[in-house]
């Protein structure tokens, strides 16, 4: 009996390793809790007293753990190649770190030169922009005489269309009186002949049919002298013309001057804008290089951490697999170990103590 014990315990030891490699197995969930509970029944029962059912599940167990260890097995490799691989990173790590802190330097240089240049395009934008305010104050300055007769101008033509005009085709109609005080008014401001002014004045009261010749010579001499005053402006402001086209020149040549320096500053800004975004990053590229540094030797520890523990988890699979080696097919004499007669202790009798001798 004492052997039957010492083999059912032998076989349930084993069924506990199987069972364990199971529930650490990474399976789907509905396969572990579908073989975990039939252990008793099929690696657990002797092989010769399964049912062909039973003895697939034991089959299924079998190709489950084989799947697993070859998982852990790959586990390894790929850990190993891992920690192979960091083994020369240190230095390229540090070369990667040095590279990025040259092209930060570099960008930085170059976003220094780009806020200069659009500094300086800013600047000509200042000088381009007050350029142009003096062209206009000098166009408008230049100009103010010239607006002055044209203003005047104007108001002789408009006089001889609406005024003059009208007295002396007879057309004036009931405005007659007031559109020769107007005449009247506006050959004194000129300073026409004073003498002329008064012939003429009675002259375009009349009736068109009660003019005579010499009302007629009168009216003539009176058309001449607006003439004679438009003629005066027309020469003056065909004096002013080439002055005039020429602070109009500026004022487009600034205009000019001044787009052009706008659309510099832009294009500065925009470059110096792209500059900044290149030297960003570039620092959050140099950050990233030196913490990778930095992060070497934990990296290493992990990495070694991870690559030790997926060998310890293969080496331990291995007992999970010698233990359903050792039941996939096991029957009762597997298990039997026969035990030595225990060995019967040889007594010695004690030699007699003498007596103890009477004192004298």
């Known amino acids: 009996m004492a052997m039957k014990r010492k083999a059912v315990s032998q076989v349930n030891s084993r069924v506990k390793t199987v069972k364990q490699g199971l529930e650490g197995a990474e399976l789907d969930k509905r396969v572990q809790a579908l073989l975990v509970p039939t252990l008793a029944l099929t690696v657990g029962a002797e092989s010769t007293a399964r049912s062909p059912f039973n003895q697939r599940f034991v089959d299924l167990i079998g190709t489950v753990l084989q799947d697993e260890n070859k998982r852990l097995s790959d586990d390894v490799n790929t850990k190993e190649a891992a920690f192979s691989a960091l083994l020369p990173a240190k230095g390229t790590r540090e070369a990667a770190l040095e590279a990025a802190k040259a092209d930060s330097a570099a960008k930085q240089e170059a976003l220094t030169a780009a ?97 005579g010749a010499f009302d007629g010579t009168c009216l003539e001499q009176l058309q001449g002298a607006f003439t004679a005053a438009v003629a005066s402006i027309d020469e003056k402001l065909n004096e002013g013309a080439p002055g005039k086209a020429e602070r109009a020149a500026a004022v487009d040549t600034a205009q000019a001057a001044k787009d052009a320096a706008d659309a510099a500053h832009s294009e500065a800004k925009a470059a110096a804008n792209t500059a900044k975004e290149a030297k960003d990053a570039a620092s959050a590229a140099e950050k990233a290089a030196g913490q990778s540094v930095a992060d070497f030797m934990p990296d290493m520890k992990k990495s070694g951490d991870s690559f030790d523990a997926a060998k310890e988890a293969l080496k331990d699979f291995a007992a999970v697999l010698t233990a359903y080696d050792e039941l996939k097919a096991w029957k009762e004499s597997d298990f039997v170990v026969e035990e030595p007669e225990p060995k019967k202790a040889a007594v010695e009798e004690a030699p007699a103590q003498e007596a103890p001798a009477e004192a004298a």
């Open 115 to 211: 806020k200069k240049a659009a500094s300086e395009a800013a600047g000509k934008v200042k000088e381009a922009v007050q350029s142009l305010k003096d062209a206009l104050r000098a166009q408008k300055d230049g100009n103010s005489d010239l607006e002055a007769h044209e203003a005047k101008k104007g108001q002789l033509e408009t006089a001889v269309k609406d005024q003059l005009t009208p007295l002396i085709e007879g057309s004036a109609g009931e405005e007659k009186e007031k559109k020769t005080k107007a005449v009247m008014k506006i050959g004194g401001e000129w300073k026409m002949d004073m003498s002329l002014l008064a012939t003429a004045e009675p002259v375009l009261l009349k009736d068109i049919s009660e003019r």
